[in-house]
Nanobody, 124 residues
Framework: QVQFVESGGGLVQPGGSLRLSCVAS????????MGWYRQRPGKERELIAA????????HYVDSVKGRFTISRDNAENTAYLQMTKMIPEDTAVYSC?????????????????WGQGTQVTVSS
């Protein structure tokens, strides 16, 4: 059974930083691309960033370029999202998922199953 456990969210002031983690289980982690997604209040879930199985390819949406960094540790079955220069518009529930490169790039994402996500709130 494929599972994702996201953590690292919290309350941060504008301009601050957070690092999110996504621990995956139930499949061979290094064979799949990973994506980070978020759902802002009143909005549908959207793609933020994606990384290929060994990290050779990385994609960011324009709204987070230069501020967020996606990475992965295949030995730990974990993907990360380093968020810096955060703004109130980053407030959302953040989730991860995996699949083929073309699957993780779909926006909005089309996965059937998700983890619980982690809440990020940017506010002074």
């Amino acid at each position: 059974q494929v599972q994702f456990v996201e953590s690292g969210g919290g309350l941060v002031q504008p301009g601050g930083s957070l690092r999110l983690s996504c621990v995956a289980s139930g499949y061979l982690f290094k064979t799949s691309a990973m994506g980070w997604y978020r759902q802002r209040p009143g909005k549908e879930r959207e793609l933020i960033a994606a990384i290929s199985n060994y990290g050779a390819s990385i994609h960011y949406v324009d709204s987070v370029k230069g501020r967020f960094t996606i990475s992965r540790d295949n030995a730990e079955n974990t993907a990360y999202l380093q968020m810096t220069k955060m703004i109130p518009e980053d407030t959302a529930v953040y989730s991860c998922n995996s699949g083929w490169w073309t699957e993780v790039l779909q926006d909005p994402p089309q996965f059937d199953s998700w983890g619980q996500g982690t809440q990020v709130t940017v506010s002074s």
